[in-house]
């Protein structure tokens, strides 16, 4: 399927869909919904499920991580029920922009890291079961979820290559360069040795 079919209003809409989706901040309406605070306070001040974790509530971080993997699939999936697959990448292309920059938070957002999950495993599944792969093998190992995030998009381009999504690369290509510049202060403590592992509070 060529992946320029659609109209150019039609791609500007489902990109708003995709925006709007993203931007629903799940880790901030849950830790109100559930008196765990303010999660600009805590921790990292992201609205994340790794942060959300740092309360010590597993089950809002479960429900974090849920609900931000959901709009990227929700994004995608309602893209592709109703439009061609052009449509689909921009829609999931700012799905992942709109939980990093929600119009809601003054464009304060997120690292992307579930939504962008979420979106590979709507997207092409067999290349989301090998980033959720990557991330876990990653994650249990240096328990920095930073560095498997970094990782597990990195590789997601050459699996997507080799696996015959090939018209997916360039989206792939533009989500690991967008999680990078999302991560840049993480590389950087990476580097120094200073990085929090998962679970420190």
Partial sequence: MPILESATPLLIIWGIVGYLLGSIPSGVLLAR???LGNLRDIGSGNIGAT???RTGNKKAAALTLLGDAGKGIAAVLLA???AAEDAVQIAALLAFVGHCFPVWLRFRG???VATYIGIMLALAWPVGLAV???WLAVAAVSRYSSLAALL???WAP???AFTGYG???LLGIVLCLLMYARHYENIKRLRAGTETKIGAK
């Fill in 152 to 154: 597990a998009a990195g």
């Fill in 158 to 160: 050459v699996v997507m």
């Fill in 110 to 112: 997120g690292k992307g």
């Fill in 51 to 53: 942060n959300v974790l």
């Fill in 80 to 82: 592709r029920a109703f």
């Fill in 132 to 134: 959720c792969g990557i």
């Fill in 167 to 169: 018209e997916t690369f």
């Fill in 33 to 35: 919904a559930m008196n």
